[in-house]
């Protein structure tokens, strides 16, 4: 007798239902490549900074370029998206996982198996490679999981995203290839970098308001209202560039300081559009003022490396 003949045994034929495996490209989608742009970049800018020959370790150097976009950034994509499925239901339900193209719990299988991965890919960048994939993936999971969550204040969750997107991969950079920790001038425009970027974090929550709304997070334009928010990320972001500048004067580096300031004063002009209307014109101040601070970013690289520090 089969379990189906059974008198008052119903047989639900979903639980032996074979496991559906996530499609390739939906997975790639999950780990968001247009994200990996921004570590990669504050990674070659440490490479830079670092004063050494590309060619003399130009295997750490891809090996450090894929550690920091695909791996490390994309587990941070996994890891959020996993959490936040909830909240991109109501904010953004075509996304892999509130969509139902990732099926089950792959968006956090996924999230754990890419941490492994980035450990491995790190072993060969030595203790300071290793120490910094470390910090990041940690950072990672302490932003978007409990109990931590980081994200759930814009202060403390913006803070952690600037950091792991600009300033360990300027580190890291900079570290594997002096194969030693970067010098106190390195540290000191990264470190400047990174607290700009927690406005530009700032401009990218201003999507999802209503969403963050409704389950609880506190990101700044939902504590504080869109406007005031954009406020204080212009001024976030605008505060440590100046700073950057007078360190490049005091350390005789006019050239790098003057192209500084020109971006600075166009990014004052965009960001005046900016506030005119935040929320819409975000994307657009992305495109533009972001782009001149990431551009100042390596101008100030290659100054430290002309420096020899």
Request: net charge positive; charged share 15%; with cysteine.
């Amino acid at each position: 007798m089969t379990p189906a003949d059974k008198p008052g045994l119903v047989f639900d034929r979903s639980v032996v239902a074979p496991l559906r495996l996530p499609d390739l490209r939906v997975c790639l989608e999950l780990l968001k490549p247009v994200t990996w742009f921004a570590a990669i970049w504050a990674f070659m800018c440490g490479v830079v900074s670092s004063g050494v020959p590309l060619a003399a370790r130009w295997p750490e150097l891809v090996l450090g370029m894929v550690l920091a976009g695909p791996m490390v950034c994309g587990t941070s994509q996994a890891v959020n998206d996993w959490f936040d499925r909830h909240v991109d239901a109501i904010n953004e339900p075509d996304r892999p996982i509130p969509s139902g193209r990732m099926p089950g719990r792959w968006g956090l299988y996924i999230a754990i198996i890419w941490s492994g991965a980035s450990l491995l890919v790190a072993v060969p960048l030595g203790p300071w490679g290793f120490g910094a994939a470390v910090f990041a993936l940690l950072a990672a999971w302490g932003y978007s999981a409990p109990p931590f969550r980081f994200k759930m204040n814009g202060w403390w969750g913006n803070a952690a995203v600037a950091l792991c997107y600009e300033g360990v991969p300027w580190f890291t950079g900079a570290a594997v290839m002096r194969d030693a920790l970067p010098s106190v001038n390195i540290l000191i425009i990264a470190g400047l970098y990174s607290v700009g970027a927690h406005g530009i974090m700032t401009l990218n929550d201003f999507k999802s308001v209503e969403g963050d709304l409704k389950i609880g997070i506190r990101s700044l334009p939902a504590q504080l209202g869109v406007m005031r928010a954009a406020v204080i990320a212009c001024v976030i972001m605008a505060v440590p560039q100046a700073g950057v500048i007078l360190l490049m004067i005091g350390w005789h580096h006019l050239w790098a300081a003057g192209l500084i300031g020109v971006s600075l004063a166009v990014q004052l002009v965009l960001m005046r559009r900016l506030l005119e209307k935040p929320r819409e014109r975000a994307p657009w101040y992305n495109a533009t003022g972001t782009t001149l601070y990431v551009l100042g970013m390596l101008v100030s690289a290659f100054a430290l490396a002309a420096t020899g520090v």
